[in-house]
């Protein structure tokens, strides 16, 4: 997948599209619209890759909630979500992305992600609603370190 995308807000009347996919592959889907959360479907030329969130505290972020619907994955839509997300990240002046995952977790080291403790996470990480109850405790995290300029960005969190 090449060419520009577009990273658009959802509005409050496309959530139940995003909690519906959510809820398919059993991702926390019960708590998007609470405070703090943002959410984006992210568009190429021929058309939609998928959709990412990020919760914001501070300098740090937890990305939560990347989907691609399932006939289009292993093309390199996931990557594009998590680029666009990041680059939105950035915009956001977060400094760092951390995530929790139970069966992505190859997928986010690929591109650029590392696997962390949970307890190295920041306070604020850790009080989220994910770390604290709606991801298992067998839920991988993981982090990388964003770039101070979204420009050049190639999906892997690199310039
Ligand atoms: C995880 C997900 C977003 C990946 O989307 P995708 O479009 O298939 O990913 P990409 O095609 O961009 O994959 C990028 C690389 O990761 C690899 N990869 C993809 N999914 C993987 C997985 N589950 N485990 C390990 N590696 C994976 C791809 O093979 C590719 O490797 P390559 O660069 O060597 O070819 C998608 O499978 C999905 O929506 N899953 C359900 C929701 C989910 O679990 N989200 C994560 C929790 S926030």
Not at 70 to 76: A, L, T
Not at 113 to 130: G, H, K, L, T, V
């Amino acid at each position: 997948m090449t060419g520009p995308r577009t990273a658009t807000p959802l509005a409050e009347q496309d959530l139940p599209a995003l909690a519906a996919l959510l809820a398919l592959e059993g991702l926390p889907n019960q708590d998007i619209t609470a405070a703090g959360r943002f959410f984006w479907r992210v568009d190429a030329l021929d058309g939609f890759l998928g959709y990412g969130g990020l919760e914001v505290y501070g300098r740090d972020g937890l990305l939560r909630s990347v989907v691609v619907p399932p006939e289009r994955r292993r093309k390199g839509d996931g990557c594009a979500v998590v680029d666009a997300i990041s680059r939105e990240a950035v915009a956001l002046g977060l400094e760092r992305l951390w995530l929790l995952t139970i069966g992505a977790a190859g997928f986010f080291e690929r591109i650029g992600f590392a696997r962390a403790e949970r307890a190295a996470a920041p306070p604020d990480i850790r009080a989220s609603a994910q770390f604290a109850g709606l991801c298992p405790g067998s839920a991988v995290c993981l982090r990388r370190d964003l770039v101070s300029t979204a420009a050049g960005m190639d999906g892997r969190g690199k310039l």
